[in-house]
């Protein structure tokens, strides 16, 4: 697997969303783990092959607001998948 660039991660798969992208291991660990309604939606799960986890999405506070995702590249949290409940 080759990670692609957060800019072209962005372009491809972010769509109407803007990713965020968590360099702090504890804090992608700790959303990946968390039973909060902003993780549902396959967080906690990589981005196709591109070498990126999908940590969280948390709803807008409002209809104007901008919907993000926060992200992480694989090699931040790649061996919690195995031995966690993913893989």
């Known amino acids: ?3 692609c660039t957060f800019q072209k991660l962005q372009l491809v798969w972010g769509g109407t969303r ?5 360099t702090d291991r ?6 990946i783990k968390s039973k909060a309604s902003c993780c549902w ?3 906690g799960q990589r ?3 591109t070498g990126w986890v999908m940590l969280a999405t948390p709803s807008p506070m409002t209809k104007d607001d901008q919907p993000i995702a926060f992200v ?3 090699s931040l ?3 919690w998948f195995k031995c966690g ?3």
Request: net charge negative.
């Open 26 to 31: 504890e804090q992608a660990i700790s959303y």
């Open 47 to 49: 981005i196709g092959s």
């Open 77 to 79: 949290v790649g061996d």
């Open 1 to 3: 697997m080759r990670t």
């Open 85 to 87: 409940p993913y893989g």
């Open 72 to 74: 992480c590249k694989d």
């Open 18 to 22: 803007k990713f965020v992208e968590v």
């Open 41 to 43: 939606g396959g967080c």
